[in-house]
């Protein structure tokens, strides 16, 4: 499928887009909600997240080979039915995890070889391997298989690398056009995203841009940021290799969640994000205002009886105290992580609403320069 991006206003660089896909549209900039084995962690369902404003899920190709099985969730009708999300859904290729998690590795010019890190069990997975897993969970979007390395890398590497990279994307795209042709797939319309890798080496990341942009996929990701590198950095990178990306493409900036990374990105072009940001922090009690970031287990929130946020209209804030959820935190009740995990995933996805309402009414920059001061501020 192409041109499934369209730009419908812009401010600067920032973009309200919208991308078509065959399990419905969803604007940009988008927040996508992280469910990694099908499931958000803290207890919230997918049901839940339709009405926390979620419009994309991600979950991960290589967490969900090792368990169900992709074989499994094929059975059973594709990842959509299997979670009971009948939107977008977008899977990692797994390239990450294999290269962070995975205890014993070897990179070959095929692929990986690796341990699973749940039983040890011996594991292959390469371009072809990771787009066949993706198409049998039949995702919206799937990401092509990429080399992530680390922030220390040299240059050399680094070029290696993109070039392997490079040539896996190639079997990637190979592969899903060969699987989309067959009658037994599930999803024949899925879409294909590159991945733009080259750490922090400028020329790298420009070269490796062209040579995936020249391949025409659905979309380009930027890969290998946030790791350690300094923000400054990061952003330089953005600026050097979005206006490499035809304005037909979305841009999706892997792993980076932080409210005013986005703020930033979004300033630079990117229109798609993830991270497990929002609710990693939200299952150790911190949670997010438009007045800067709570930390529930403070003793100056014992007797505070009003909502998170008086400006959020969520479930939570709308029916429970701050005194309240700090009581389950405190008594280690379950609800307690639930609760605020609904509160920071809707904070975030009423944020790019906010974001995206910005740039319709061309005040974009007005918003970003009034809430980049606050909204990581520590309360």
Known sequence: MSGIFKILKEEGNAKLGEVATVHGNFKTPCFMNVGTIGAIK????????KFLKCQVELCNTYHLHLLP?????????????FMGWSGPIVTDSGGFQVFSLAKIRKIEEDGVYFSSHINGRKIFMGPKESIKIQSNLASTIAMAF????PCTASFEYSKTSCSRTLRWLKICKETMAELNSKDETINKNQLLFGINQGLTYLNLRREHMKEIVSLNCDGYAIGGLSVGEPKEAMFEVLEEVIPLVPKSKPIYLMGVGTLTDILEAVYRGVDM???????????HAHVNSWQGVKNLLNLKYRLDNGPIDSECDCFVCRNYSVAYLRHLFKAKETLAGRLCVMHNLYFYNNFLDRIRDSIKNSNFNYFRNKYMPVLSRRI
Not at 42 to 49: I, K, T
Not at 70 to 75: A, I, W
Not at 146 to 149: K, L, S, T
């Open 42 to 49: 803290g207890g919230v369902s997918s049901y839940d997240l």
């Open 69 to 81: 099985g992709d074989d499994v969730v094929y059975k059973l009708g594709g990842l959509g039915k």
């Open 146 to 149: 990429d080399e992530c390395i």
């Open 273 to 283: 994000f993830d991270c497990v940001m929002p609710t990693r922090n939200a299952r």
